[in-house]
């Protein structure tokens, strides 16, 4: 079964950058489309971003839009968004999943990682 890592999260000072990565055992990632979610403190998760299997078709939620960065490194199993910018609503823990087509709503994904944490804040 497709394992999804993921790490880059941290604490950040608004305006300020993380690059969040997924990683993938077990199953190469280039089969999948993958998605990045935030589930925010007390919301439910949300889509944030999504990449094609070839890279070539990426998404965007509008609050993200202009900041965000979607891109996958196929050779290295990795996907990675790219934050800058961050506001303190970006904060939560942000998911990786696999999926089959992008964009897509939550229940389309799966083999979910076990998240992130990204807190914006002075």
């Known amino acids: 079964q497709l394992q999804l890592v993921e790490s880059g999260g941290g604490l950040v000072q608004p305006g300020g950058s993380l690059r969040l990565s997924c990683a993938a055992s077990?199953?190469?990632?280039?089969?999948?489309?993958i998605g990045w979610f935030l589930q925010a403190p007390g919301k439910e998760r949300e889509g944030v971003s999504c990449i094609s299997k070839s890279g070539g078709r990426t998404n965007y939620a509008d609050s993200v839009k202009g900041r965000f960065t979607i891109s996958r490194d196929n050779a290295k199993n990795t996907v990675y968004l790219q934050m800058n910018s961050l506001k303190p609503e970006d904060t939560g823990v942000y998911y990786c999943?696999?999926?089959?087509?992008?964009?897509?709503?939550?229940?389309?994904?799966?083999?979910w990682g076990q998240g992130t944490q990204v807190t914006v804040s002075s």
């Open positions: 999943a696999a999926g089959s087509s992008c964009p897509a709503g939550v229940a389309y994904f799966g083999s």
């Open positions: 077990r199953f190469t990632l280039d089969h999948y489309t």
